[in-house]
């Protein structure tokens, strides 16, 4: 079986508002999917609905085939949300004990401190006295004391630093490897470009776009042609063709912005400008989820 989550015309409201409008989608074993859009977009009620946390108004959502309260499937999810709270009174190694054993097939301790990085200072801790960088470590290890298959994580590198963060993401790579499936949000939209394999962007309850970051970029109008050019060198030329938008010069670079950039490399060559070192960037992906949220066009 590779799909392990379906949801199926799913909406929510709460009295008179619509966080979640009718959408679809499915994600298959192994994935690592990013969850993007601006607040109130529907990514939280739509993870607590995976979660078995809110019940849809309408449509279904089915986890590994079955309802997302079932027993077993809860045994299968491990989840890291962005406000993290811990046990007080135990130490961090009697938590991790005690969730452990909620568990058919956990990991082991070991394999736990491996995974995230916990040191024997974390572990004999107790959980009121951890520090924000503790309490985060803590809580992934939390996610994945069951062994899951399916990971959530909402916001998981919040007050994380550099390092942090990218020993994260080494990690959640090797655990899609293994089969496992990533599912997370994040307001760190360079972080969704570099990690996740398929990004859903929402926007008004809705799903604007779905598909892979570059599949997403590709469908953004403006894409910008940027080559060095010699000082004493004018451009005024290239105002003449309507394909181009905007030109602007910055530390020795032109930076062309069009909608066509074949079309400006075409005229560059006509044009006989002595440009080199040209470089395209067929946009960002802070670009594509500022026009897609502001537009509400969807190119699913």
């Known amino acids: 079986m590779n799909e392990v989550i379906r949801l199926t015309n799913v909406s929510k409201a709460f009295q008179q508002k619509t966080a979640v409008n009718h959408i679809n989608f499915s994600i298959n074993k192994g994935e690592i999917v990013a969850i993007l859009g601006p607040n109130g977009a529907g990514k939280t009620t739509t993870i607590s609905m995976i979660l078995g946390l809110l019940k849809p108004s309408t449509g279904n959502i089915h986890i590994f085939e079955q309802h997302p309260k079932n027993k077993n499937v809860r045994e299968k999810i491990g989840v890291m949300m962005q406000?993290?709270?811990m046990m007080p009174g135990l130490k961090v190694h009697e938590i991790l004990t005690l969730i452990r054993n909620y568990y058919p097939s956990p990991l082991s301790l070991d394999e736990l401190i491996e995974i995230t990085g916990l040191t024997e200072q974390d572990l004999k801790t107790q959980a009121e006295k951890l520090s924000g960088g503790q309490k985060r470590r803590v809580s992934f290890a939390l996610a994945l004391a069951g062994n899951p298959d399916l990971i959530?994580?909402?916001e998981p590198t919040v007050g994380m630093d550099i390092s942090s963060r990218n020993r994260f993401w080494q990690t959640i790579r090797s655990l899609a490897k293994q089969g496992k499936t990533i599912?997370?949000?994040?307001?760190?939209?360079?972080?969704?470009?570099?990690?996740?394999?398929?990004i859903l962007l929402f926007n008004d309850g809705r799903i604007v776009a779905d598909g892979t970051p570059s599949e997403i970029k590709s469908k953004i109008t403006n894409q910008t042609v940027s080559f060095i050019l010699e000082p004493d060198v004018s451009f005024e030329t290239l105002y003449q063709y309507p394909e181009i938008k905007?030109?602007?010069r910055n530390n020795g670079r032109v930076y062309v912005h069009s909608t066509n950039a074949d079309k400006v490399l075409a005229i560059l060559f006509q044009e006989k400008l002595g440009a080199h070192d040209i470089q395209i960037e067929r946009g960002k992906l802070e670009d594509a989820f500022e026009q897609l949220?502001?537009?509400n066009k969807e190119i699913i």
């Open 246 to 248: 905007h030109i602007n």
């Open 83 to 85: 406000e993290v709270s």
């Open 152 to 154: 959530i994580f909402d």
């Open 293 to 295: 949220t502001s537009t």
């Open 183 to 198: 599912l997370f949000s994040t307001h760190y939209l360079q972080e969704a470009d570099d990690a996740a394999e398929r």
